[in-house]
């Protein structure tokens, strides 16, 4: 029994020693900078080391190693471990990792749920280095913000430092907010903020865009209009926000009875440009338009177009809700596939699949598909990692975290798949009942029900979004459905108020 005991020391010794000297050469070849070899050297201490201490300076310099070869995301498997067990006496490199993580993200995204899970441990404010605050509290405001605890999420918000590379993000979260609390002066503010600190940067022109739009959707909330309408026509035709900017102006003008200017936005919204775009409720505000100036035949030429259009949209998309419900990894290939050009079932819904390839979940999930498989990419070079196992152990990292992203996208995604079917269904009743009302004669009271607010102010606007100058010569010109893409846009109708001739 004692010659057993003496055997087991013995062993116990020799892999402690082996560990070290496996951690010795790794260190060794990290000085010269020899990062392959270092990565595997710090890999097999790691496996080996048997003293806690041991495994985590081999774990921080695995990570350090990766993250010089160009592997971020392999790296950021091994920061995350050391950031989720807190700030802890055993745990020494927590501060420098949260430190590389958020540089890491600064250069690709982690993802959401990635991030949110690594500050579950409660923290001092005192344990999260200066250049680590704007990452950390930009992101604690995150996940507390998409539980809708908007005090909270502020407080987070507000101590993301200025310098931070997360500020302009945290300043548009509090315009948010703001606007949410009712505060909208003050959510004006914030937005005009992240305008100034975007301006001239090509880089921020998502979140600039998106400020705009903001600031737009604040003033036409407190029917100021004018005002909207001015910030909406700020929205680049070449963005992929102006057809979305195109849209809402067109309520704005029709709350101020710009009747003409709101037929010309839509006019531009049917065009065979836009034939995949999805704005079924365009052919309800076109139909109720027309309601205003008593044209009825065009208000029932309206509601015929929204049912040719979108008859057969109604029978796919239910089949492709049918098809992949309860498969979130199905329903998002099908929109990857789409993106690709290569979906080959339920053709019918693809404006409403093209529009899920359009939100955030989506292309979260898609940015994380890319990063991961080109680092699967770049791991065909590193055979020599075969060995230890570290080549199987990132692989096995890498696609477990696509198929995490692949299922969250998927369940969100095909829950607003399943939005903007029963959105259909409503526009869809909507139509019968304006048919229906119509058909008793019942018109007085349909124009009754659709409330009109001018605004505070009574502006000329010329083709879409323009504001009228007081000495420009305007031409207007009859258009039969025909579509100029130079004039998309552009278009204002020209056409009279019937109501006074209307016995109804």
């Given at each position: 029994m004692q010659m057993f005991r003496l055997t087991v020391l013995w062993l116990t010794f020799l892999t402690s020693f082996s560990a070290f000297g496996d951690y010795k050469r790794a260190k060794a070849l990290y000085a010269k900078k020899q990062y392959e070899a270092a990565a595997n050297e710090y890999y097999i201490a790691f496996s080996k080391a048997k003293k806690k201490v041991d495994k985590r300076r081999a774990e921080w310099g695995l990570a350090q190693s990766l993250q010089k070869i160009g592997?971020?995301?392999?790296?950021?498997?091994?920061?995350?471990?050391?950031?989720?067990r807190g700030r802890k006496a055993s745990n020494p490199f927590f501060r420098s990792a949260l430190e590389e993580l958020g540089n890491i993200n600064s250069k690709l995204s982690l993802g959401r749920s990635h991030i949110v899970k690594l500050f579950k441990t409660k923290l001092r404010l005192s344990d999260v280095p200066g250049p680590s605050r704007g990452f950390y509290f930009y992101y604690k405001g995150i996940e507390v913000f998409d539980d809708r605890r908007l005090e909270k999420a502020k407080d987070f918000f507000s101590?993301?430092?200025?310098?931070?590379?997360?500020?302009?993000?945290a300043l548009f979260h509090l315009g948010v907010i703001s606007n949410l609390s009712g505060r909208h002066s003050r959510a004006i503010s914030y937005f005009e903020k992240v305008l100034a600190g975007s301006r001239g940067k090509d880089e921020l022109s998502e979140i600039r865009e998106m400020s705009l739009m903001n600031i737009a959707r604040v003033h036409y909330e407190q029917k100021r209009y004018t005002q909207a309408i001015s910030y909406y026509g700020q929205i680049a035709r070449s963005s992929e926000n102006w057809l979305e900017a195109l849209w809402e102006s067109s309520w704005a003008f029709f709350f101020m009875e710009k009747f003409n200017n709101t037929l010309g936005n839509i006019h531009t919204l049917h065009s065979p440009f836009f034939e995949n775009r999805f704005y079924p409720e365009s052919y309800i505000l076109r139909a109720i338009t027309f309601l205003r100036l008593c044209r009825f035949d065009s208000v029932k030429g309206s509601m015929k177009q929204f049912r040719d259009r979108y008859a057969s949209v109604f029978g796919d998309v239910k089949g492709m809700l049918s098809r992949y419900k309860g498969d979130p990894k199905g329903f998002f290939k099908l929109v990857y596939d789409y993106k690709r050009g290569q979906m080959t079932r339920f053709k019918n819904a693809e404006q409403i699949v093209k529009k899920l390839s359009s939100i955030d979940a989506y292309k979260g999930a898609r940015d994380t598909i890319r990063f991961a498989d080109r680092e699967l990419d770049l791991l065909k070079r590193f055979r020599n990692w075969s060995n230890s196992g570290l080549l199987s152990s990132l692989a096995s990292f890498l696609n477990s975290k696509k198929r995490a992203a692949i299922s969250s996208a998927g369940r969100l995604m095909y829950k607003e798949g399943t939005s903007y079917y029963t959105q259909l269904l409503e526009l869809s009743n909507q139509t019968k009942l304006i048919v229906?009302?119509?058909?008793?004669?019942?018109?007085?009271?349909?124009?009754?029900?659709?409330?009109?607010d001018r605004g505070t102010q009574k502006t000329q606007f010329i083709g879409g979004l323009q504001k009228l100058n007081i000495n420009e010569t305007l031409e207007y010109w009859p258009f039969e459905g025909e579509y100029w893409e130079d004039e998309l846009g552009f278009y204002v109708y020209n056409l009279e108020s019937l109501c006074k001739k209307s016995r109804n």
């Amino acid at each position: 029994m004692q010659m057993f005991r003496l055997t087991v020391l013995w062993l116990t010794f020799l892999t402690s020693f082996s560990a070290f000297g496996d951690y010795k050469r790794a260190k060794a070849l990290y000085a010269k900078k020899q990062y392959e070899a270092a990565a595997n050297e710090y890999y097999i201490a790691f496996s080996k080391a048997k003293k806690k201490v041991d495994k985590r300076r081999a774990e921080w310099g695995l990570a350090q190693s990766l993250q010089k070869i160009g592997l971020l995301y392999s790296s950021s498997k091994y920061y995350s471990v050391i950031v989720r067990r807190g700030r802890k006496a055993s745990n020494p490199f927590f501060r420098s990792a949260l430190e590389e993580l958020g540089n890491i993200n600064s250069k690709l995204s982690l993802g959401r749920s990635h991030i949110v899970k690594l500050f579950k441990t409660k923290l001092r404010l005192s344990d999260v280095p200066g250049p680590s605050r704007g990452f950390y509290f930009y992101y604690k405001g995150i996940e507390v913000f998409d539980d809708r605890r908007l005090e909270k999420a502020k407080d987070f918000f507000s101590k993301v430092p200025s310098s931070s590379d997360y500020y302009l993000g945290a300043l548009f979260h509090l315009g948010v907010i703001s606007n949410l609390s009712g505060r909208h002066s003050r959510a004006i503010s914030y937005f005009e903020k992240v305008l100034a600190g975007s301006r001239g940067k090509d880089e921020l022109s998502e979140i600039r865009e998106m400020s705009l739009m903001n600031i737009a959707r604040v003033h036409y909330e407190q029917k100021r209009y004018t005002q909207a309408i001015s910030y909406y026509g700020q929205i680049a035709r070449s963005s992929e926000n102006w057809l979305e900017a195109l849209w809402e102006s067109s309520w704005a003008f029709f709350f101020m009875e710009k009747f003409n200017n709101t037929l010309g936005n839509i006019h531009t919204l049917h065009s065979p440009f836009f034939e995949n775009r999805f704005y079924p409720e365009s052919y309800i505000l076109r139909a109720i338009t027309f309601l205003r100036l008593c044209r009825f035949d065009s208000v029932k030429g309206s509601m015929k177009q929204f049912r040719d259009r979108y008859a057969s949209v109604f029978g796919d998309v239910k089949g492709m809700l049918s098809r992949y419900k309860g498969d979130p990894k199905g329903f998002f290939k099908l929109v990857y596939d789409y993106k690709r050009g290569q979906m080959t079932r339920f053709k019918n819904a693809e404006q409403i699949v093209k529009k899920l390839s359009s939100i955030d979940a989506y292309k979260g999930a898609r940015d994380t598909i890319r990063f991961a498989d080109r680092e699967l990419d770049l791991l065909k070079r590193f055979r020599n990692w075969s060995n230890s196992g570290l080549l199987s152990s990132l692989a096995s990292f890498l696609n477990s975290k696509k198929r995490a992203a692949i299922s969250s996208a998927g369940r969100l995604m095909y829950k607003e798949g399943t939005s903007y079917y029963t959105q259909l269904l409503e526009l869809s009743n909507q139509t019968k009942l304006i048919v229906a009302e119509m058909q008793l004669g019942k018109l007085a009271k349909l124009r009754s029900l659709i409330k009109v607010d001018r605004g505070t102010q009574k502006t000329q606007f010329i083709g879409g979004l323009q504001k009228l100058n007081i000495n420009e010569t305007l031409e207007y010109w009859p258009f039969e459905g025909e579509y100029w893409e130079d004039e998309l846009g552009f278009y204002v109708y020209n056409l009279e108020s019937l109501c006074k001739k209307s016995r109804n």
